[in-house]
């Protein structure tokens, strides 16, 4: 195995030398692309590599007989090894780091023989090997070469290094588009991503091989992710996000690290979004150096933007089981994308992540796939959609049921929902009946447009009997018990069914006839709501039994009325 060729390093251990090996420690986050370069160098019987996570307990490792140590932000952690590293390199070895200069509060610079700051555009031959190394194709031989390079520079042993031969770094471009069927089974030594869209689109265009077609005429979905997911070769779930919308008769355009210059690769040569929906996986801002370039771009792009999330799946507290995602992950994976106006956040893969060598394991969630992709599809199609064919319903507070509860923490709710509803108007809705004022839509809504307890079956009846031509909905029973058989998985109808009884029922108990209404001519589900054209304002359903308040609206438990 590929990882049987890295020597980890927890706890203390000594390396034996030899003039016929070189002995290379490197200390860094993802030791997946070393792991493959020793094990296909072809001076591996003659380079041994130990790989130390910057995770690591430091406390007891040491680095006798080391040639090589080479550091990435190594910046606390050399409270713990710096004694060890300056004595190594007193006895011979090459010390090398990248970035723990920018905080040297910690390391002492002077020990070492090369520091490199790490910033972009990269200068050294250390820093273009560094940041461009990976798990596969181009990628993979500048991490063989990166270990050539280092054994025969630094290594000090020329008797058996002066003979071996190493390749200048391809660099990676910061950006670029990638797609699965772009990989190359005979030749591993070519890039397969595509630095402009005009080359990618032309080849999507483009096929002697049974593969998707690009065609403008459908839904295009893009999608951006992070480089590191390229260079680890941890694109399982990319590549199923792509299967999936393929399946389903969409374009795709996939990136990594696009989200930085979403004008280059999501836009045409006439300035107008190629993509109609995009689905990222970006953490943090968007635009990390820049958030507000990535803000204005997200608003010219002007399309859904949704958050696929990869969650890490050994997570040791109890309760991230019931969040979906750890709690440590939240701030930067959910919050601060939320910022920028992204949103719909779903779990879609999970890294298996083993902080002992390093490496990172992704698995697409099947069903959490389908359900992203048909999502990102339904919110391409409604952008598709001209606004005066689109219906809307805003939904609004009303907790507790009942005319003096339209409201949100003292909030001008009704207010609100008349801006709302002229400005829809002026955008192209089709909006008909707007109130002159926020009082006579309050007045609307407290006729039509409230929920009304068990407790309370004369307010029921009288806005039943009341009925207008914009307020509320009448759904026969006969009709509903159709949909519900016909459109609720199993075993969801079981629960709601356990929990509230069957709505059609003779003897259902009246705390259980939430919004049920009967007269001479049957049953009718009550929809409230009030209508003006297409837009629909609609309260939030109540959700629990009337005896209990928070229930009512706050349970995710209790499972919803057969009303809602």
């Known amino acids: 195995m590929i990882l049987c060729a890295v020597v980890f390093l927890l706890l203390a251990q000594n390396v034996s030398a030899g003039e016929n090996q070189v002995n290379i420690t490197f200390i860094c986050y993802d030791g997946s692309a070393l792991a493959t370069a020793e094990e296909s160098n072809p001076y591996n019987a003659s380079i041994n590599v130990t790989y130390i996570s910057g995770y690591s307990d430091f406390s007891n490792v040491t680095f ?24 190594a390199h007193k006895n011979g070895t ?21 520091i490199f700051a790490g910033t972009s555009p990269y200068n050294s031959t250390e820093e273009k090997f560094f940041y461009n190394m990976g798990s596969r ?22 008797e058996l290094t002066d003979s071996w031969v190493y390749e200048d770094p391809i660099e990676f471009p910061e950006a670029g588009l990638y797609h699965p069927d772009t990989r190359s089974s005979t030749n591993e030594s070519q890039p397969d991503w595509f630095e402009n869209t005009t080359d990618y689109l032309e080849w999507y265009s483009n096929s002697t091989e049974p593969r998707h077609i690009y065609d403008k005429s459908k839904p295009t979905i893009g999608i951006w992710f992070h480089a590191s997911d390229y260079t680890g070769d941890n694109l399982e779930v990319i590549d199923a996000l792509i299967r999936d919308l393929e399946g389903k008769g ?16 999501y836009f045409d040569e ?59 992950e939240i701030v930067y994976k959910t919050l601060l994308p939320s910022i920028d106006g992204i949103f ?37 199609e409604l952008k598709s959609k001209a606004n005066e064919d689109k219906k809307v319903a805003v939904i609004y507070y009303n907790y507790p049921s009942g005319k003096d509860n339209i ?86 109808r079981a629960n709601v069914t ?3 009884g069957e709505p059609w029922s003779e003897d259902l108990p009246q705390d259980k006839s939430v919004m049920i209404y009967e007269n001479e001519t049957g049953k009718y589900i009550v929809i409230p709501t009030v209508r003006f054209g297409n837009i629909w304002l609609m309260p939030q359903p109540a959700r629990g039994t009337g005896q209990n308040n928070d229930t009512l609206y706050h349970s995710n438990v209790v499972p919803p009325h057969t009303s809602t």
């Open 64 to 87: 006798e007989n080391q040639d090589i140590v080479f550091s990435y932000m190594l910046w606390s952690q050399f409270e713990d090894i710096g004694d060890d590293l300056e004595s």
């Open 94 to 114: 090459a010390l090398i780091d990248i970035t723990s200069m920018i905080d040297p509060t910690y390391i002492n610079t002077s020990s070492y023989d090369k």
């Open 137 to 158: 194709g181009v990628l993979k031989k500048n991490a063989e070469n990166f270990l050539t390079y280092l054994a025969k520079t630094y290594g000090d042993k020329p």
């Open 250 to 265: 969409c374009n795709v355009i996939a990136g990594f690290d696009t989200f930085n210059d979403i004008h280059k690769f």
């Open 270 to 328: 006439n300035g107008e979004p190629l993509v109609q929906c995009v689905i990222s996986l970006k953490s943090f801002r968007l635009n990390y150096e820049d958030p507000d370039k990535g803000v204005q771009e997200l608003e010219d792009l002007d399309v859904p933007v949704l958050t696929g999330l990869v969650v890490t799946a050994n997570s040791t507290d109890v309760a991230d089981s019931n969040r979906g995602i750890p709690n440590d």
């Open 344 to 380: 719909e956040y779903i779990v879609i893969g999970t890294d298996n992540y083993d902080s002992e060598t390093g490496e990172s394991n992704y698995e697409p969630l099947p069903s959490q796939i389908d359900w992203m992709v048909n999502r990102s599809i339904n919110w391409a």
């Open 407 to 492: 409201v949100a923490n003292y909030l001008n709710t009704t207010q609100s929902m008349l801006d709302l509803l002229n400005s829809m108007n002026e955008s192209g809705y089709e909006v008909s009946g707007i109130p002159d004022n926020s009082s006579a839509l309050m007045e609307m809504l407290q006729n039509q447009g409230i929920n009304v307890g068990s407790w309370a079956p004369g307010v029921l009846n009288e806005m039943v009997e009341n009925k207008t031509e914009w307020g509320l909905q009448l759904i026969p029973m006969e009709t509903y018990k159709e949909w519900f058989e016909s459109e609720i998985p199993e075993n969801l």
């Open 498 to 500: 356990a929990e509230w």
